[in-house]
């Protein structure tokens, strides 16, 4: 995204406390890849939408994204997020999760500038089901377990519900027939199920380039894809590793079980997810080359770990 993008996005964090600026800035200081509002840029463009008419809802997907980090930290007690304290460590946390309230507000307030009720519906059961994700990790969190299905589930409602949401509000917008649309909203969330699993395989196979505090995900007591992959094929690692009390020894205890093959096994996931997202775009009739990028672009963040 150009420098107008981000100039736009800090007026909207400005109000009349200090807490909103500060962490605001802090926040979009940190960088980021910004994928959100690319893909619904693209796709806007890919349909013939305006940037006028487009972009409310890239800053809206971007906003929606922001403050679930500022959520998810305090929730998760992370300390560290792109290779710099989180807002929460350095402001606190109920800073922190107030501007993430704000954020949210802003992003509701910013998609009521588009004359779109269908829209302004589907943001909000999109911050819903996100909420529920969140809540649904929760539950889970620091018990191991080798379920695949409340994994998936779990990143389905966290991350790519709002891939979907960057999928389906232009084609709304461009007015594209059920099929389309239907075919468009999946390769949204094909997208986003891929780069979740994509992101988790990165946590426990780090490298010195990485702007990722590595092996978090094991001292929260996540059961992301590799580690059910390990939990399924050696039941007796799971009832181990569940007797451990310190996160520190629980991640000494794992490591050797993250092997090549468990995470080129997680990488085949992932591929079969970005698959269904270049088959879902093939079948919207959408002739970008950037888009149809993306899935190669989110697999080729492995190559040379493993």
Not at 63 to 71: C, D, E, I, K, P
Not at 153 to 164: N, Q, V
Not at 176 to 184: M, Y
Not at 280 to 305: F, K, N, V, W
Request: glycine content about 6%.
């Amino acid at each position: 995204m150009d420098a107008s993008f981000e100039k736009n996005l800090q007026k909207i964090f400005q109000s009349s406390t200090r807490y909103t600026t500060q962490i605001g800035e802090y926040i979009l200081g940190s960088g980021g890849k910004r994928l959100r509002p690319k893909l619904v840029m693209l796709i806007g463009r890919a349909l013939g939408i305006s940037d006028e008419k487009i972009m409310p809802v890239a800053y809206t997907v971007e906003l929606m994204h922001t403050a679930s980090l500022l959520h998810d930290d305090v929730v998760d007690g992370t300390a560290i997020r792109r290779a710099r304290p989180t807002a929460n460590q350095v402001f606190g946390d109920k800073p922190a999760l107030l501007v993430g309230d704000f954020i949210s507000a802003s992003a509701i307030e910013t998609m009521c500038g588009i004359d779109s009720l269908d829209l302004i519906r589907a943001m909000v059961q999109t911050i819903r089901k996100m909420a529920e994700g969140e809540l649904k990790e929760l539950e889970y969190a620091q018990t191991f377990h080798d379920r695949l299905d409340v994994y998936l589930d779990i990143i389905y409602l966290k991350t790519a519900t709002l891939f979907e949401y960057c999928a389906y509000a232009p084609g709304v917008l461009a007015g594209l027939s059920d099929g389309a649309l239907d075919a468009l909203v999946t390769y949204g969330r094909a997208v986003g199920m891929g780069f979740q699993i994509v992101d988790d395989i990165i946590n426990l196979a780090p490298s010195q380039d990485d702007n990722k505090d590595p092996f978090n995900d094991i001292l929260e007591g996540k059961s992301t894809l590799p580690l059910v992959i390990i939990f399924q094929e050696n039941p007796q690692v799971l009832d181990s590793v569940s007797r451990l009390t310190e996160p520190e020894k629980k991640v000494q205890f794992l490591a050797p079980y993250i092997t090549s093959q468990v995470l080129q096994e997680s990488r085949d996931i992932a591929r079969d997810h970005l698959e269904r997202a270049r088959d879902a775009l093939r079948r919207t009739g959408i002739l970008m080359p950037e888009l149809e990028q993306i899935p190669d672009s989110i697999l080729a963040q492995l190559e040379r770990r493993f």
